[in-house]
């Protein structure tokens, strides 16, 4: 199992995709990184399972 990933997300106000690096090693993460388009802050649910599949949900603060 690789300890950082690269992920592609999608921002929830422009559309567009980004990537977030994930720390593999930790299993629930939760943080707000900027739309590398738009800027705006987007929060960030990252849960990586035990064979290392690594799932993350997108949210901006109006929801």
């Known amino acids: 199992m690789e300890i950082e ?17 994930v720390d593999c090693s930790i299993e629930h ?3 707000i990184e900027d739309c590398e388009v738009c800027c705006r802050p987007v929060s960030l649910v990252i849960d990586v399972d035990d ?13």
Not at 5 to 21: A, D, I, K, M
Not at 51 to 60: S, Y
């Open 5 to 21: 990933q690269n992920v592609t997300v999608q921002c929830p106000y422009c559309g567009q995709s980004f990537e977030v690096l």
């Open 29 to 31: 993460q939760e943080y």
């Open 51 to 63: 064979d290392g599949t690594v799932t993350v949900q997108t949210r901006g603060e109006d929801v």
